[in-house]
T-cell receptor
């Protein structure tokens, strides 16, 4: 099956620093990628839709200046958590859609961010 | 308001039995519904997709039903195995290309 790779899997940083998470589709091109956030024992909450070559679309309540998304190519999207604070600690997951508008979503393995 | 509800309590069953998980939705008109498996600390893995005009879909030991009148999807795992233990998420989209909205997931525990 298709593979979506996320890096890093784990990251610990100090409060106030910025952290970049990469999401790559390894064997298919993804015009659209999605970024989710998941708190323990809760479901995935969509943060934003990342569109190749254009600005991301953010969900209500998600600060676009805090969570910077760049979709520079058809196989790479990045999420940068700027000036991270402890409340930003979470599990961040990306997904990429293959095969058109109703195509299957492939998820990355997730990135666990801990802000001290 | 819109809701996607899955039983938040864990489902414990004996190996070999059929596990049935429920996904109910309110104030949605989904074009399709998907089921995913998620293991702890991992991203979800796609299992099955069922469209609004389909009643049932099967894949090996998995079966999904979709009742748009009851606004419910059932997910069945037959001949369950301990390796099936995971959290199962349902997700729906109202139109092709729309974002997927996820339910809270149900944790399944299959005991040997």
């Amino acid at each position: 099956g298709a593979v979506v790779s996320q890096h890093p899997s784990w990251v610990i940083c100090k409060s106030g620093t910025s952290v970049k998470i990469e999401c790559r589709s390894l064997d298919f091109q993804a015009t659209t990628m999605f970024w989710y956030r998941q708190f323990p024992k809760q479901s995935l909450m969509l943060m934003a839709t990342s569109n190749e070559g254009s600005k991301a679309t953010y969900e209500q309540g998600v600060e676009k200046d805090k969570f910077l998304i760049n979709h520079a190519s058809l196989t790479l999207s990045t999420l940068t958590v700027t000036s991270a604070h402890p409340e930003d600690s979470s599990f961040y997951i990306c997904s990429a859609r293959r095969g058109g508008a109703a195509g299957e979503l492939f998820f990355g393995e997730g990135s666990r961010l801990t802000v001290l | 308001s819109q809701k996607i509800e899955q039983n938040s309590e864990a489902l414990n069953i004996q190996e070999g039995k059929t596990a049935t998980l429920t996904c109910n939705y309110t104030n949605y008109s989904p074009a399709y519904l998907q089921w995913y498996r998620q293991d702890p600390g991992r991203g979800p893995v796609f299992l099955l997709l069922i469209r609004e005009n389909e009643k049932e879909k099967r894949k090996e030991r998995l079966k999904v039903t979709f009742d748009t009148t009851l606004k419910q999807s059932l997910f069945h795992i037959t001949a369950s195995q301990p390796a099936d233990s995971a959290t199962y998420l349902c997700a729906l989209a109202e139109n092709a290309g729309n974002m997927l909205t996820f339910g809270g997931g149900t944790r399944l525990m299959v005991k040997p």
